[in-house]
């Protein structure tokens, strides 16, 4: 699969916002749709927001929505969330990856590969 960078963690106070980036090694990206995921120790990756592949449509937890908002610059094979109002329940590992098979949607439920090494966010209350 497409190797994938992840950026833009960090550490900011409840209610701030964070930009995260996730860069394609290749120009295959813009077949694919592409899912933001996070993981905390001892816990299960978690579904955060998706896109299809032309990025005409997103998919959000109900954890995030209204907060949170998923973009793509196919061009620039990156991939982008938006975090506005950042809560300290939202402090994880963020990690993007690609679902497996070309011209998806980006569903909760759609079956996505690994992501990259992950961007670590740290929201403190």
């Known amino acids: 699969q497409v190797q994938l960078v992840e950026s833009g963690g960090g550490l900011v106070q409840a209610g701030g916002s964070l930009r995260l980036s996730c860069v394609a090694s290749?120009?295959?990206?813009?077949?694919?749709?592409m899912g933001w995921f996070r993981q905390v120790p001892g816990k299960e990756r978690e579904f955060v927001a998706g896109i299809s592949w032309s990025g005409g449509s997103a998919n959000y937890a109900d954890s995030v929505k209204g907060r949170f908002t998923i973009s793509r610059d196919n061009a620039k094979n990156t991939l982008y969330l938006q975090m506005d109002s950042l809560k300290p329940e939202d402090t994880a590992v963020y990690y993007c990856a690609a679902e497996w098979s070309p011209w998806g949607w980006g569903r909760g439920d759609s079956d996505f590969g690994s992501g990259g090494q992950g961007t670590q966010v740290t929201v403190s209350s």
């Open positions: 290749e120009s295959t990206f813009s077949s694919y749709a």
